[in-house]
């Protein structure tokens, strides 16, 4: 590293909040899958800003959309109408076939929306008794960092030191559909889930899961809350990640790549039920909903659609999954992936995931560990195939790597 590398590194830790633990490269430019730092050294992007930059970074069209809204008009708040706003509601409905949208900032600000939406909804119209309404989630979930949603963590690292916590919360297995019927009681208003786990390690359910979750909320009169926000606009190759299973959610939570990575914007998407009980006074965001972002996120939904991302991603992805699954190396324990959203779990016997990391950055490649021992993949939508050759091999030379 250089001087300058090194002097920044130090400035971070000496008035930063630790609350992080990057890999040791400070980058200053991106364009499309690729970003470069401060030393000029290119490097293929295989986090995407934990999926928020699936566009590609610096997207042109996104890009010029930003910076002409931006002289025109960036923030009204909500005490006015702006003319923004119309037009993103209208094209974020047709693309998800949602009958109202609550427009927010960050994804765990969704997921908050949403939780307040379906207690709202649970004693409103389904009839629970005030203040005696339950949520469902998953072990292993992942929604966020608000003292709200690390109350229902089962990540002993994001409970610690920070409760009490709200009540209301009932935790069963990812995957497991008897769970959730055996959970349900006349008070479920909700059950939140994400379509794949993330954050843990990209999880898939079984096949068939989802189709029975969907059937018994359905019978149960529950909302099916589904945490699109790393899933969603294109990430598994499909549009939403509920449609590998065609089912549809009763609340879609979206987030990340509605804006290509230049501004944070997220959604709550619904039917008329249960965004349709909220009114005047009773929640808001000052920048939810603002012109900037709206324009942003219409220019990021349309180049999503029109360049092919989307079918793109099912594409790449598959080649990118092959290739994993075609290495054979004794560090490796699992490969699992759906479209672009991919991981390499090793054995613990192979150490931590992060020197791996470490050895493909020195190889050109950004990638990021989670949980001790998984590497997560999750480049830009608009890789080519070239790419995904080129980063298999350094995967291969590097997961092959003795570290003895």
Known sequence: ?????????????????????????VL??????????????????????????SQGHCHPKILAAM???????????????????????????????????????????????????????????????????????????????????????????????????????????????AALAAAITPNTVAFLVEPIQGEVGVIIPPAGYFAKVRELCTTNNVMLVLDEIQTGLGRTGKLLAEQHEGIEADVTLLGKALSGGFYPVSAVLSNNEVLGTLRPGQHGSTFGGNPLACAVARAAMRVLVEEGMIENAARQGARFLEGLKDIRANTIREVRGRGLMLAVELHPEAGRARRYCEVLQAKGILAKDTHEHTIRIAPPLVITSDQVDWALEHFATTLTQDFS
């Not at 001087?3 to 040791?24: F, K, M, Q």
């Not at 200053?28 to 293929?44: A, H, K």
């Not at 009204?76 to 923004?84: G, I, K, L, Y």
């Open 67 to 177: 910076v002409e809204q931006a002289h025109r008009l960036t923030l009204t708040s909500r005490a006015f109408h702006n003319d923004q706003l119309a037009p993103f509601y209208e094209e974020i409905a047709a693309l998800t076939g949602s009958h109202k949208v609550l427009p927010m900032n960050s994804g765990a600000e969704a997921v908050e929306s949403a939780i307040k939406s379906v207690r709202k909804w649970g004693y409103q119209v389904k009839g629970v008794p005030d203040g005696q309404a339950e949520i469902v989630v998953c072990a292993n979930n992942f929604h966020g960092r608000t003292l709200g949603i690390v109350g229902f963590s089962t990540d002993p690292e994001t409970r610690k030191h920070f409760g009490p916590f709200a009540p209301g919360f009932k935790i069963i297995p990812f995957g497991d559909a």
């Open 28 to 53: 200053s430019r991106g364009e499309g899958v690729w970003v470069w730092d401060t030393e000029g050294n290119r490097y293929l992007d295989c986090l995407s800003a934990y999926s928020a930059v």
């Open 1 to 25: 590293m250089s001087a300058s590398v090194i002097d920044v590194l130090a400035t971070e830790r000496r008035l930063g909040t630790h609350n992080y633990e990057p890999i040791g490269v």
